[in-house]
């Protein structure tokens, strides 16, 4: 499987936030398994799995047809700022972020063992289990 590169606050390989899911069946091909999810406010996503390639992707909007979020899992070889992530340590991972503009940082450390790094200004959270990354969730600067 090709690497994939994670573009904070603006997509992930060449889908960018605001995109429609028509143009993500063009990059990526139909999901594997779909669901709607209704948040506490009454608004609607749509989810779609791809699981055979690693990653999740979230879809906001008036008929939840814009691309809004990705979840990525260490299977896949995801690049970010031209690093391949999976394979970072907490620290390295917050050197990389912090050298590349990224201050608004808060850790916590789950009680079932899971480390969660969160960047608030690159609306992304990394996942640690035993000091290795798991699994990223980021999503675009604003509501679409």
């Not at 069946?25 to 999810?37: C, D, P, Q, R, T």
């Not at 260490?74 to 340590?89: G, P, R």
Request: overall charge negative; some cysteine; glycine content about 6%.
């Amino acid at each position: 499987m090709p690497a994939f590169e994670a573009e904070l606050l603006k997509g992930f390989a060449s889908l960018a936030f605001g995109a429609s899911n028509t143009e993500a069946i063009k990059v990526f091909g139909n999901a594997e398994a779909n669901e709607e999810m209704e948040a506490i406010d009454g608004s609607k996503s749509a989810i779609w799995h791809y699981w055979s390639k690693g990653f999740t992707l979230f879809f906001d909007g008036p008929q939840t047809n814009r691309f809004c979020c990705a979840e990525i899992d260490k299977s896949v070889e995801l690049k970010l700022f031209e690093k391949t992530i999976f394979s970072l340590s907490p620290d390295q991972l917050k050197k990389l972020l912090v050298e590349n503009g990224f201050k608004e940082m808060e850790e916590e450390m789950h009680e079932w063992g899971e480390k969660r790094i969160t960047f608030d200004d690159a609306m992304a959270d990394f996942y640690f289990v035993n000091q290795t990354l798991v699994s990223v969730n980021y999503s675009a600067s604003k509501s679409l």
